[in-house]
């Protein structure tokens, strides 16, 4: 189930975003939250699993035709294909009329979720 951040997650949403490569260090993982903050066209979306834990988090930007994941990022536990995919398909349950879209570092991401619905 993905749920919007809101700041009572902001301990939780800095664990699950330090899972992505580029954010290890803190002030650059407090950079991003920060950014995801201010504009009401980005969003942060907590990923629970099927046992309710929060597991993942993912980055979009929304757009008027398109939602961009500019990041995913899994508990090395629940890290598989099917739970990206199951999150990709909320996403695209949360934006029906918008495509999902990658970035240079997501594209294959979303590339393999699509395939999967061909």
Request: charged share 25%; aromatic share 8%.
């Amino acid at each position: 189930m993905l749920l919007k951040y809101r700041n009572d997650y902001e301990k939780v949403a800095m664990g699950l975003l330090s899972f992505a490569p580029a954010l290890k260090k803190i002030d650059r993982l407090q950079a991003e939250l920060q950014w995801y903050q201010n504009s009401d066209a980005r969003q942060l979306l907590l990923w629970k699993d099927v046992n309710q834990d929060f597991s993942g988090i993912v980055g979009a930007e929304l757009r008027p035709h398109f939602v961009v994941i500019r990041l995913i990022a899994l508990t090395p536990a629940v890290r598989t294909v099917d739970n990206t995919n199951m999150i990709l398909n909320e996403l695209q349950d949360m934006y029906p009329k918008q495509r999902i879209m990658g970035t240079l570092e997501t594209t294959h991401i979303v590339a393999k979720w699509e395939a999967s619905h061909e």
